[in-house]
């Protein structure tokens, strides 16, 4: 079974600073699809970044973008310029090819601090 | 609707009684999935509805739980004797029919079972 493992329970960041947040999955499948959502005290899950495994390039929007190494099983994603509307919930998640659920991490909780 | 909208938005209820959630999901999409939440956990894959069918079921915690779909829109979730181990934010995503579509959520039921 495919799991996702977000080692980091809680991070902080100062205003304006750089943070990383990890991610690692396992799986056998060679196609798959990763994701970050952002989850605010709202409770809204949204969307951050998408990956396809097929892909080398490293996604990217505005400040959010991933390191993705796909040998090592790791989708890491990095946050420039910390604002304090990031301060959420980042849960990673895997998904293989065709509609199936997607597979959670148990969250990383970011604080940014002024 | 532009986005994905569940009704109630926090549901009370007493221990032993049914009730029913509700997801409408954007307009279009036929992949609609059921999530939950536990306080301070990631989220648990409950099902998966293809159009009107449910070809995944694999995560609904027992037979007091169930959903239907019709019209290839809205979706009822439905939890049976409801037990205080129900309670957390019951999610709900929808998707295009297509590979690694990104899931776009609503902004949840929030359940508490006294």
């Known amino acids: 079974a495919q799991t996702v493992t977000q080692s980091q329970p809680e991070m902080s960041v100062q205003e304006a600073e750089t943070v990383t947040l990890s991610c690692t999955y396992d799986t056998s499948e060679s196609d798959y699809y990763l994701f970050w959502y952002k989850q605010p005290p709202s409770r809204q899950m949204i969307l951050v970044i998408r990956?396809?495994?097929?892909?080398?390039q490293n996604a990217t929007e505005n400040r959010f973008s991933v390191n993705f190494q796909k040998a090592a099983k790791s989708f890491s994603l990095k946050i420039s310029d910390s604002q304090l509307g990031d301060a959420a919930m980042y849960f990673c998640a895997y998904t293989t090819t065709g509609n199936t659920p997607l597979v959670f991490g148990k969250g990383t909780r970011l604080s940014v601090i002024a | 609707g532009a986005g994905v909208s569940q009704s109630p938005s926090n549901k009370v209820t007493e221990k032993g009684k049914d009730v029913e959630l509700r997801c409408d999901p954007i307009?279009?999409?036929?992949?609609l999935y059921w999530y939950r939440q536990r306080l301070g956990q990631g989220l648990e894959f409950l099902i998966y509805?293809?159009?009107?069918?449910?070809?995944?079921k694999s995560g609904l915690p027992s037979d007091r739980f169930s959903a239907e779909r019709t019209g290839e829109s809205v979706s009822t979730l439905t939890i049976q004797r409801t037990q205080q181990e129900d309670s957390a934010v019951y999610l709900c995503?929808?998707?295009?029919?297509?590979?690694?579509?990104?899931?776009?959520f609503g902004p949840g039921t929030r359940l508490l079972v006294l």
């Open positions: 509805f293809q159009g009107n069918s449910a070809p995944d």
């Open positions: 307009s279009g999409h036929t992949a």
């Open positions: 995503a929808s998707s295009r029919a297509f590979a690694g579509e990104t899931q776009y």
């Open positions: 990956q396809e495994a097929y892909k080398q």
